[in-house]
């Protein structure tokens, strides 16, 4: 079965850091780009960053541009999110997706519709 499993959210005061997780339990997609989207109580859900299949080409909403990092341990299968100087405004649930096919173009992946399969969520608070 096909799962993406999140882990890493919590409570963090402004100008904290956090790292959030995301685990290819059956490494499915490794020729994939993985990707984070996050949703806030009321919002669409709005991509965050994404990073391509062998992990050298990234790309980034510009409201994290400069705080966030992604990275990929493709021996692991696994994708992480490194959050820096959070904001109050970064409180949401945040989701792991791997896109609908394999091979795509990092730059043009970033739309929720581009992704098939994702993560449960995992709950990411910033307080001011």
């Known amino acids: 079965q096909v799962q993406l499993v999140e882990s890493g959210g919590g409570l963090v005061q402004a100008g904290g850091s956090l790292r959030v997780s995301c685990a290819d339990s059956g490494g499915t997609f490794s020729k994939h780009i993985m990707g984070w989207f996050r949703q806030a109580p009321g919002k669409e859900r709005e991509f965050v960053a994404a990073i391509g299949w062998t992990g050298s080409v990234t790309s980034y909403a510009d409201s994290v541009k400069g705080r966030f990092t992604i990275s990929r341990d493709k021996a692991k299968n696994t994708v992480h999110l490194q959050m820096n100087s959070l904001k109050p405004e970064d409180t949401a649930v945040y989701y792991c997706?791997?896109?609908?096919?394999?091979?795509?173009?990092?730059?043009?992946?970033?739309?929720?519709?581009?992704?098939?399969?994702w993560g449960q969520g995992t709950q990411v608070t910033v307080s001011s």
């Open positions: 997706a791997a896109a609908t096919r394999p091979y795509t173009v990092v730059v043009d992946t970033r739309k929720v519709s581009d992704f098939g399969s």
